[in-house]
């Protein structure tokens, strides 16, 4: 269940922070609201992650997935380009979050 509440943290980010872009500094009220409500969401389900799973473990995959996502949700949602430092990089922290799942004694599987 703990893996569970970080997929819906991380999910939650990536909305909020998608929304942030379109809330245009908070001057549109409906992606402002959906920025307040995922980050609540993320922050709260990260908590209940953080309860049995290691928090520099949980919080390295929370944002490492979520930075991935993000420079998706951008490519995709806002036509933002992705050099090759930046696939690259990306490659690195999603090498870097499978290390820690897949490796790490601090993980409760």
């Avoid at 379109?22 to 001057?27: D, K, L, M, R, V």
């Amino acid at each position: 269940m703990n893996w569970f509440y970080l997929v819906i943290a991380i999910v939650s980010e990536v909305l909020a922070t998608s929304a942030l872009k379109a809330s245009e500094g908070f001057t549109h009220p409906v992606p402002s609201v959906i920025v307040v409500v995922g980050y609540a969401s993320a922050f709260y389900f990260l908590s209940l992650t953080i309860r049995v799973i290691n928090l520099g473990v949980a919080y390295a995959i929370w944002s490492g997935v979520g930075v991935v996502l993000i420079s998706l949700a951008g490519w995709y949602l806002y036509d933002q380009k992705l050099d090759l430092a930046a696939i690259i990089g990306i490659s690195f922290i999603t090498a870097g979050a499978l290390i820690l799942n897949i490796f790490s004694d601090t993980v409760v599987h």
